[in-house]
């Protein structure tokens, strides 16, 4: 017999697909045994592949949740073949599990014991949502040719319907992916679309096993209804969520000020809201962070085009940058869950006690009972240091003021909408009248790019703090830097100046400068000043301390 010896093509896809290597296997999440006349069945079951990197480098895997009608498989090689988010997150030192939501890819669908099925995804439906002529113009991203016969086929392959009882599936795929999560530990939930829902409910089962969610263009918006889907009748989710205070009906919910829906499962989570720039889910995805953020979620909107990524749609995770569509989220991940955030990226509240030698305002109070009220309050929801500083002299019209360090412009936007922030708010009568001024600090870089947003002849505070060194002369900071600069930036329009320090060891801050100009342009003015080169060289004499300039603005 002659032997066959021909070999395969070299542009075969075995030869044309770049080498993996990883870690990888499969198991399954079991369902429930149900009896049905006679017979017993499983209710259920989820299908579970993995992957992970020889070396994991990072402290949490990674779940991808898949979408509506879909399967796991969105999350693996892209319609134009390349490597999807699931491999690009393994190369980026994350173990990976890809899962089959119950009923849906190698997930078995058995109505006999998980009720009826809903309607099947046509062809019709594939384009509106993920590739609509509307936006075609500006939907240029999408990874092939919608008139490519073959390539439609293929993608429209793993669609299959759903089931007919939206509630009911999510609570059997919060099930099992909180059994998932009980079998690897502590994860980071990502979902895409219609799966938006599970990572609420998942985080509700496993508060303490859910490190952070990602949610790419999630359904909604709150109670809103998806046609062929279902409605969201808990507003995040059509299954039952734990609200606080306790809702024991989806109308309660619904009739509630959307202000007072806390999730206490959500309370401090990171979240990432992700949106493209053309599609449906992108227009509501403002309303989804701030229901997340009133929920007590330390939520973020990440919108593709707010980091120099355009042209995609609702499929942005399988487009052709889908790379460059993983970047935010990558580093987000890196800031918000995997500890490696900077300095640069916490954002500081700036509240401001104005008034005299008159005026009511207890110190100790505030120090020994305000304080610990405050740091108890947003700590939750990523405050890091919470410091009051009291004036040397009179302050300047300045009897007190604090500075609150969070984690992230996210983390300080959840504290400030939490509901407890109530109870910090009705205690400050307790110790003075004074109401106070909330702003955020803004390094003066970015301050004065941002400076056309505000009013010219509003009254400008240039906030600037001396932070660690080994070395510090307050006599000399008070009696002859602040007159120095005084002299110095008065020409230029600063009006007062007032330095205040720490009312105790709890902070890294020797001291706060709060100088007040006649408005922006003064301020900058100043800045840019040849003087200024003189106040600067003076720190010296008094400090080997880090200086930081930032701007008091409006939150």
Request: aromatic letters at 10%.
């Amino acid at each position: 017999m002659q032997q066959d010896t021909m070999a395969a093509p070299t542009d075969s896809l075995w030869n044309t697909t770049s080498a993996r290597t990883l870690r990888q296997g499969q198991f399954w999440i079991p369902g429930e045994r149900e009896s049905v006349k006679g017979k017993t069945y499983q209710r259920g079951p989820m299908y579970v592949r993995w992957e992970a990197p020889q070396t994991v480098t990072k402290p949490f895997p990674i779940v991808l949740v898949h979408g509506g009608a879909m399967q796991g498989t969105e999350w693996l090689d892209t319609p134009d073949g390349r490597p999807g988010w699931a491999q690009r997150l393994v190369e980026a030192g994350y173990p990976v599990f890809v899962i089959d939501r119950p009923g849906h890819g190698r997930s078995p669908y058995q109505p006999d014991v998980m009720g009826p099925i809903g309607d099947s995804f046509p062809y019709e439906e594939g384009q509106e949502v993920f590739y609509p002529a509307k936006v075609a113009a500006q939907h240029t991203q999408w990874p092939f040719d919608p008139e490519d016969a073959a390539a439609l086929d293929a993608f429209i392959a793993p669609f299959g319907p759903l089931p007919a009882d939206l509630a009911q599936s999510q609570c059997m795929d919060a099930d099992r992916l909180a059994s998932l999560l009980d079998r690897i530990g502590p994860a980071i939930i990502v979902t895409h679309s219609a799966s938006g829902s599970d990572g609420w409910l998942v985080a509700d089962r496993r508060p303490h096993l859910v490190k952070a969610v990602v949610t790419v263009e999630p359904m909604g918006p709150p109670f809103s209804t998806t046609p062929h889907i279902g409605t969201l009748d808990w507003g995040l989710t059509a299954a039952p969520i734990t609200y606080e205070p306790p809702l024991s009906m989806p109308s309660e919910a619904k009739a509630a000020d959307p202000s007072t829906l806390r999730i206490p499962a959500l309370g401090s989570l990171p979240v990432a809201l992700l949106s493209s720039e053309t599609s449906v889910p992108s227009t509501f995805a403002p309303e989804m962070v701030k229901f997340l953020l009133n929920a007590g979620a330390a939520a973020e909107h990440l919108h593709l085009p707010d980091f120099g990524v355009f042209g995609n749609g609702h499929g942005l995770i399988y487009e052709k940058n889908s790379d460059e569509a993983l970047q935010p989220v990558l580093e987000w991940l890196e800031k918000c869950v995997n500890g490696n955030g900077t300095q640069k990226d916490m954002a500081t509240l700036c509240v401001t006690y104005f008034g005299d030698a008159d005026s009511r305002f207890d110190r100790e109070y505030y120090v020994e009972h305000h304080m610990p009220l405050v740091r108890r309050t947003w700590e939750p929801q990523g405050l890091k240091t919470a410091v009051a500083y009291f004036p040397s002299g009179n302050g300047e019209g300045i009897v007190c003021l604090c500075l609150c360090n969070f984690r992230d412009e996210a983390a300080m936007k959840a504290a400030m909408s939490a509901p407890e922030t109530k109870a910090v708010m009705d205690n400050v009568a307790v110790f003075t009248d004074i109401q106070p001024v909330q702003t955020k600090t803004v390094p003066v870089a970015v301050s004065q790019t941002q400076s056309s947003q505000r009013q010219a002849n509003q009254e400008a505070r240039l906030v600037v703090t001396c932070s660690g060194g080994t070395r510090f002369d307050p006599p000399y900071y008070v009696d002859r830097h602040l007159p120095l600069t005084l002299a110095a930036w008065k020409p230029y329009g600063l009006e007062r100046a007032a330095a205040f320090f720490p009312s105790g060891q709890d902070g890294s801050t020797n001291s706060v400068g709060v100088y007040t100009f006649r408005n922006e342009q003064a301020l900058f003015g100043a800045l840019q000043s040849a003087e200024t080169e003189k106040v600067m060289g003076d720190v010296t004499h008094f400090t080997n301390a880090k200086v930081n300039q930032s701007l008091s603005v409006p939150l």
